[in-house]
């Protein structure tokens, strides 16, 4: 990596390191969690913890970790590939079928939508109150979803959810896959394995019917096309790096941030290493998503002779962001339907009142600095240490079926198992927020300083991948501090935080005091 490059993206790298290593210790004294009193309207609190229980979990990891390291170079590098693989399906299967769940609130309206047009019936669509013509940007999905209930059949959700288990599979084998094309070293492959067999919270999200799973499988196998065109060059996998956007974005429009995180941290790169002829072909990873958004756009708005151009307007998400929630500062509120109304479905009308709200709220800040310190601080908490991600919440709020509900499944979502899954996960995030600081702040003091006469260069594939997963977490910080929150939008990225924890490890427990033959 160049000078300008390192610099650039060492500075981001220090200070995510900063970032997380206080949501780590803030993590061990309080944790947010969702008030069992108003549990179906998630409202968040903050919660003491035990410190000294804290620090006993983190030392469990620790111990784990260290085992894992006296016997990781003993196991074969396929199996424990195909082990992560198995596991995430057979979990996700066995989740599925134990919960029994059906959509609820956008997932269900979107779900039912793709169901009416099967049948050509496009009312959803016509309505301008309707879900759909408010929110086109969820037309991708409710494509899929009519592809797949097509497929398999009106409200079988079942089937539905073993398809996100699928995608669920697909996201651990790019993420495994990304770690192989940045390092080419089976140990640190082995240690982003063993924290994927860990990590509960993608797992549990198998039953919601959204684009999310889907989106972030996209992502991680375009980034893998990104680093092996960084490893063996060839152009044309641009190609499909663009195609895997635009299906990501199409799927969940929240995939615009690693989008432009790919953007930016390739544009670096051509641009630091004068790959002139390379630059316009960046431009396929934007036109993927731009293609495929509007050519669903283009497909249902002839289809139900509706126009879905515009719907609400994002300055009324920016205007909600901004704005006190019964839940926590800067979530849902209602807000963006409620001003849509107000200005009889008008986008144009609409954003001219969001932005005369948000100068309003801009005024507040100002007047008042502790207060706007205070809220933004209570954003970032209440989202990034409710460190279920909501992946309980998201089954326990949903209406589900009865007979065929086991008792596994009534027992993790409503008895004793709750509890022990939503700590297992707070511990998990906590050591995975201490890995992704110390590793962030090793990699940004590799960049930062300059190098030694005859040291090596950082591969190019590895400061890539990096790169990448640095600058996407930090765009998912950037954006949910200032648009809506809510933490169950942030547990995608946590695949985003295996690739750089398991490169900390691996460079860790490879240092001489680790490897060092007992002696005989």
Known sequence: ???????????????????????????????????????????????????????????????????????????????????????????????VLAVRTEPRADAAEIVDAARQAMSRNYTELKRKDGYMNRHPYQLGFMAFSQLLQTIFGPKNYLALQLVNVAFLTLAYGGTLRLLWLMTKKARTVRYGALLLLLCLQPILYVTFLYGNMASIACTLWAMCCLCRLARDGGAWRLIPAGLL???????????????????????????????????????????????????????????????????????????MGLQESNRAPGWYNE????????????????????????????????????????????????????????????????????????????????????????????????????????????????????????????PRPLGLGLSLCAVTVTGAFLYHMIFEAKSQYLFIYLFLMIPAAAWGLSCFFARPRFTRKARS
């Open 1 to 95: 990596m160049k000078r300008t490059e390192s610099v650039l993206v060492g500075l981001v790298c220090a200070v995510l390191a900063l970032l997380f290593a206080y949501l780590c210790v803030y993590g061990s004294i309080f944790t947010s969690t969702i008030a069992e009193k108003h549990y179906t309207v998630e409202t968040i609190v903050q919660v003491q913890d035990q410190p000294l229980f804290s620090l006993l979990g983190l030392l469990v990891a620790c111990g784990i970790l260290w085992l894992f390291s006296k016997v990781e170079g003993k196991i074969p590098l396929r199996a424990m590939v195909i082990f992560s693989l198995v596991w995430a399906a057979l979990l996700g299967t066995l989740w």
């Open 245 to 319: 956007c635009g299906l990501s974005v199409m799927m969940k429009p929240n995939g615009w941030i690693p989008v432009i995180a790919m953007l930016i941290v390739t544009g670096l790169w051509f641009l630091s290493e004068k790959k002139w002829k390379l630059l316009p072909l960046l431009l396929l990873l934007a036109a993927g998503p731009l293609i495929s958004t509007q050519t669903v756009k283009s497909i249902y708005s002839t289809a139900s002779g509706a126009d879905l151009s515009k719907g609400v307007p994002m300055t009324a998400y920016l205007a």
């Open 335 to 458: 807000y963006v339907e409620q001003v849509y109304e107000n200005a009889n479905y008008d986008p144009e009308k609409t954003s001219e009142r969001a932005k005369k709200n948000i100068r309003a709220r801009l005024e507040e800040f100002a007047k008042d600095p502790a207060y706007t310190f205070q809220f933004f601080y209570e954003k970032m908490v209440s989202q990034w240490n409710e460190t279920t991600f909501e992946a309980v919440w998201i089954s326990r709020t949903c209406p589900y079926d009865e007979e065929n509900r086991s008792y596994f499944g009534d027992v993790a979502l409503n008895g004793h198992l709750r509890p022990v899954l939503e700590k297992w996960m707070d511990g998990y995030t906590l050591a995975l927020y201490a890995l992704f600081s110390l590793t962030m702040g090793a990699f940004a003091r590799k960049l930062l300083r300059r190098p030694k006469e005859g040291e090596e260069p950082l």
